[in-house]
T-cell receptor
Framework: QKEVEQNSGPLSVPEGAIASLNCTYSDRGSQSFFWYRQYSGKSPELIMFIYSNGDKEDGRFTAQLNKASQYVSLLIRDSQPSDSATYLCAVSDTGRRALTFGSGTRLQVQP | DTGVSQDPRHKITKRGQNVTFRCDPISEHNRLYWYRQTLGQGPEFLTYFQNEAQLEKSRLLSDRFSAERPKGSFSTLEIQRTEQGDSAMYLC????????????FGPGTRLTVT
């Protein structure tokens, strides 16, 4: 059973702070890693993807991948109240392509 | 709007009835995925198509569920003899395929079985 684990939260940070969201996965064959943001009652929105070890930055978002530790994280700099949402980590292997999701971490950014 | 579209957005049905959902992927995306999401959980994979071929089905997809993508464009997901446990958000996603692995989700169809 392939598993993706996330702390359910809520993770509460003050406005302007860095939010750090973490995810671990069990399948060493995983090759592709994704972060989705989901507002209550809405569908997931892709915000970052990473395929290689290291860091990948896009605006206020940085994804970090460590395949040896089977760990992927998302950093949100200068957090805004509009970032308050559930963040879903998803992984897939090269052959299968279907995504396996964690249960998500709820982030609350306090004004 | 050139994103993934789904219809209907909401469906309320009585237990035992059949329902059908439609998904229109982003134009020229050859991979199409169906997922189901219940409250407090991440989406769970149901099935996926590459063009018109259904390449994988999850064990979650019981024999009451069937999906088609007849011309490699839109897809339908049918649930026969609905049960209360089928109540969930049904999400469709599409991907360009080949070396592009990112999946983009539609707005979802929320099913309530009474």
């Amino acid at each position: 059973q392939k598993e993706v684990e996330q702390n359910s939260g809520p993770l509460s940070v003050p406005e302007g702070a860095i939010a750090s969201l973490n995810c671990t996965y069990s399948d060493r064959g995983s090759q592709s890693f994704f972060w989705y943001r989901q507002y209550s009652g809405k569908s997931p929105e892709l915000i970052m993807f990473i395929y290689s070890n290291g860091d990948k930055e896009d605006g206020r978002f940085t994804a970090q991948l460590n395949k040896a530790s089977q760990y992927v994280s998302l950093l949100i700099r200068d957090s805004q109240p509009s970032d308050s949402a559930t963040y879903l980590c998803a992984v897939s292997d090269t052959g299968r392509r279907a995504l396996t999701f964690g249960s998500g971490t709820r982030l609350q950014v306090q004004p | 709007d050139t994103g993934v579209s789904q219809d209907p957005r909401h469906k309320i049905t009585k237990r035992g009835q059949n329902v059908t959902f439609r998904c229109d992927p982003i134009s020229e995306h050859n991979r199409l995925y169906w997922y189901r999401q219940t409250l407090g959980q991440g989406p769970e994979f149901l099935t996926y198509f590459q063009n018109e071929a259904q390449l994988e089905k999850s064990r979650l997809l019981s024999d009451r569920f069937s999906a088609e993508r007849p011309k490699g464009s839109f897809s339908t997901l049918e649930i026969q003899r609905t049960e209360q446990g089928d109540s969930a958000m049904y999400l469709c996603a599409s991907s360009p395929g080949d070396s592009v692995r990112e999946q983009y989700f539609g707005p979802g169809t929320r099913l309530t079985v009474t």
